[in-house]
């Protein structure tokens, strides 16, 4: 073990051992019935750093909902379909509004403002299901994580899905409003099957970190040392994170943080150090705008410590 492997796992220890000593966590998300009943108090952390090295503390074997987090292996699935054409679906600029705003896209004629919003998603998602039936594609997701994160178990909550398909009215009226303005191709409920279905995935930190990797070595993954994303890919997918990954606080994380990352409701943050590292934290009590609070500040002790920000030491 080299003196730099020392240093990371005594830091993602430290990390860990400050954050559960902290009262301050958020709240759950109490809008998804199954996940306002996931423990506050949970927390995982797990670094991969360039050389394989896996630095890991706290709760981070547990499987949490990947929520949000699903939507950069989306987007890299439907990059990889349809190459610059998403584009003209989707823009790539922050949004400044809450993730569920039907506000923006009402101004911007259905046209969603980003892939990680979740109207920007949803018409990721109804790209990536043209060509296939639903239970093809949900398939073909799961494989890819799989593959991803070299690691056969990893599958869909079902019971976090079919939460999320009862609960999901806002996400049907972003998808009509799209629908009715000729952004949608696939019925609607085939488009919402699936990415409930794909937010509903299931991974621990570990499994996360892995899965992250090839955004960290400009596209390859380590492993097999295929190639999941050209560079230039990799690194307009790390640009999107670093924009609009926390939604309407991605500024106040980029400040903060100063690396490209995604955030879901569940809890979770996948963030990149490009060159350098993959990083997933979970910490299921959330800030006021959707993000997990204390996973946010696990990452802005992490960088600070590591000099890792894309920004600078």
Same mark, same amino acid.
């Given at each position: 073990?080299?003196?730099?492997?020392r240093?990371l796992?005594r830091?993602?220890?430290?990390?860990?051992?400050?954050m559960?000593?902290?009262?301050?966590?958020?709240?759950?998300?109490?809008?998804?019935?199954?996940?306002?009943?996931?423990?506050r108090?949970? %927390?995982?952390l797990?670094?991969?750093?360039?050389?394989?090295?896996?630095?890991?503390? &706290?709760?981070?074997d547990?499987?949490f909902?990947?929520q949000?987090?699903? =939507?950069?292996?989306t987007?890299? +699935?439907?990059?990889? =379909?349809?190459?610059?054409?998403?584009?003209? *679906?989707v823009?790539?600029?922050?949004s400044g509004?809450?993730?569920?705003?039907?506000?923006?896209?009402?101004y911007? *004629?259905?046209?969603?403002? #980003?892939?990680f919003? #979740?109207?920007?998603?949803?018409a990721?998602?109804?790209?990536?299901?043209?060509g !296939?039936?639903p239970?093809e594609?949900?398939g073909?997701?799961?494989? %890819?994580?799989?593959?991803?994160?070299?690691d056969?178990?990893?599958g869909?909550?079902?019971?976090?899905?079919?939460?999320?398909?009862r609960?999901?009215?806002?996400?049907?009226?972003?998808?009509?409003y799209?629908k009715? %303005?000729?952004?949608l191709?696939?019925?609607?409920?085939?488009?919402?099957?699936v990415? /409930?279905?794909?937010?509903a995935?299931?991974?621990?930190?570990?499994?996360?970190?892995?899965? &992250? *990797? %090839?955004?960290? !070595? +400009?596209?390859? !993954?380590?492993?097999?040392?295929?190639s999941v @994303?050209?560079?230039e890919?990799a690194?307009?997918?790390?640009?999107v994170m670093?924009?609009c990954? !926390?939604?309407?606080?991605?500024?106040?994380f980029?400040? *903060?943080?100063? +690396?490209?990352?995604?955030?879901? @409701?569940?809890? &979770?943050?996948?963030?990149?150090?490009?060159g =350098?590292a993959s990083i997933?934290?979970?910490?299921?009590?959330?800030?006021a705008? &959707? #993000?997990?609070?204390?996973?946010?500040?696990?990452?802005?002790?992490l960088? =600070?410590r590591m000099?890792?920000?894309? /920004?600078?030491?």
């Open positions: 073990m080299t003196i730099a492997t240093e796992e830091v993602v220890r430290e990390i860990a051992d400050e559960s000593a902290r009262p301050d966590r958020g709240e759950v998300a109490g809008y998804i019935p199954e996940l306002a009943r996931v423990d108090n949970a %927390f995982g797990v670094v991969v750093d360039d050389a394989g090295n896996v630095a890991a503390a &706290g709760d981070c547990v499987p909902s990947i949000s987090i699903s =939507k950069v292996f987007l890299t +699935l439907a990059l990889g =379909k349809a190459g610059d054409r998403l584009w003209q *679906r823009g790539r600029e922050p509004s809450p993730f569920n705003s039907i506000v923006q896209l009402e911007e *004629r259905g046209r969603p403002r #980003n892939p919003i #979740n109207a920007g998603a949803i990721v998602t109804d790209l990536i299901l043209s !296939h039936q239970r594609l949900l073909e997701i799961v494989r %890819f994580m799989q593959f991803l994160s070299d056969d178990s990893i869909i909550d079902e019971a976090v899905a079919a939460s999320e398909q609960s999901g009215f806002r996400n049907a009226a972003l998808a009509n799209m009715s %303005f000729g952004m191709e696939n019925p609607i409920d085939y488009t919402l099957g990415y /409930f279905h794909h937010c995935i299931a991974m621990s930190c570990r499994q996360l970190a892995m899965a &992250g *990797r %090839f955004l960290a !070595h +400009l596209g390859r !993954h380590p492993t097999t040392g295929l @994303v050209q560079p890919r690194r307009r997918i790390n640009a670093l924009m990954g !926390h939604y309407d606080g991605s500024g106040e980029a400040y *903060r943080v100063g +690396l490209p990352a995604k955030s879901g @409701v569940g809890g &979770g943050i996948l963030a990149i150090a490009p =350098k997933a934290v979970w910490s299921p009590g959330l800030d705008n &959707g #993000n997990s609070y204390l996973g946010r500040v696990a990452l802005e002790a960088t =600070k000099g890792w920000s894309v /920004f600078g030491a």
